[in-house]
């Protein structure tokens, strides 16, 4: 199988506070990682592309430096929300492609609350 | 630009009858792969059904195939004999460039006894 794993799977925080976000292929190697954010009754929208061992590439009008990515290892990738704000509250999803595969596996989601 | 369009936002069926989801698509690549995934309310997004855009064979993966009409740059979702558990969230989605998705704005499906 693919795997992928998302931890926390709902968090709740204060205002200018950081959220961090782990993101696990379990059973197989990413070289690829993607973050999306989905807002209630919206569709996915793709935030950023992690490759391991690099920087991220992010989509254009997301904020670099409000979400930190890293993809440390070809199994996790994390996004960390810093400074979150209430308008930051969303579904983040993430998803990972075997190298050599066009699918991409999605984990479970994140929700982010924040108050 | 590519653009995933789903122009239902809601479709209702009976149990055990068949429904059609639709999607249209624009793109300028000579190369591009369309999936259908699955989200139901706890919100794991589930892989359907793939369809490239070189396959001569319309995809088919259980009781999901995909009508996929290539002059019209549609690729329909056909569920056939549904059942309570299908009743979910369908996106529609696209290949941009070689490995980003772009999703259509989705279809909320309700199956009914």
């Known amino acids: 199988g693919a795997v992928v794993s998302q931890h926390p799977s709902w968090v709740i925080c204060k205002s200018g506070t950081s959220v961090k976000i782990e993101c696990r292929s379990l059973?197989?190697?990413?070289?690829?990682m993607f973050w999306y954010r989905q807002f209630p009754k919206q569709s996915l929208m793709l935030m950023a592309t992690?490759?391991?061992?690099?920087?991220?590439?992010?989509e254009q009008g997301v904020e670099k430096d409000k979400f930190l990515i890293n993809h440390a290892s070809l199994t996790l990738s994390t996004l960390t929300v810093t400074s979150a704000h209430p308008e930051d509250s969303s579904f983040y999803i993430c998803?990972?492609?075997?190298?050599?595969?066009?699918?991409?596996?999605f984990g479970p989601g994140t929700r982010l609350t924040v108050l | 630009a590519q653009k995933i369009t789903q122009t239902q936002p809601g479709m209702f069926v009976q149990e055990k009858e068949a429904v059609t989801l639709d999607c249209t698509y624009d793109?300028?690549?000579?190369?591009?792969?369309l999936f259908w995934y699955k989200q139901p309310s706890s919100g794991e997004m589930i892989f359907l059904i793939y369809?490239?855009?070189?396959?001569?064979q319309n995809a088919t993966e259980g009781r999901y195939s995909l009508n996929f009409q290539k002059a019209r740059k549609s690729a329909n979702l056909v569920i056939s004999a549904s059942q309570l558990g299908d009743s979910a969230m369908y996106f529609c989605?696209?290949?941009?460039?070689?490995?980003?998705?772009?999703f259509g704005t989705g279809t909320r499906l309700q199956v009914f006894p």
């Open positions: 059973d197989f190697q990413a070289t690829t």
């Open positions: 369809q490239g855009s070189y396959d001569q």
């Open positions: 989605a696209m290949t941009r460039g070689p490995d980003k998705l772009i």
């Open positions: 992690s490759n391991e061992g690099s920087k991220a590439t992010y």
């Open positions: 998803s990972a492609r075997k190298q050599g595969n066009n699918e991409q596996f």
């Open positions: 793109t300028s690549d000579p190369s591009y792969g």
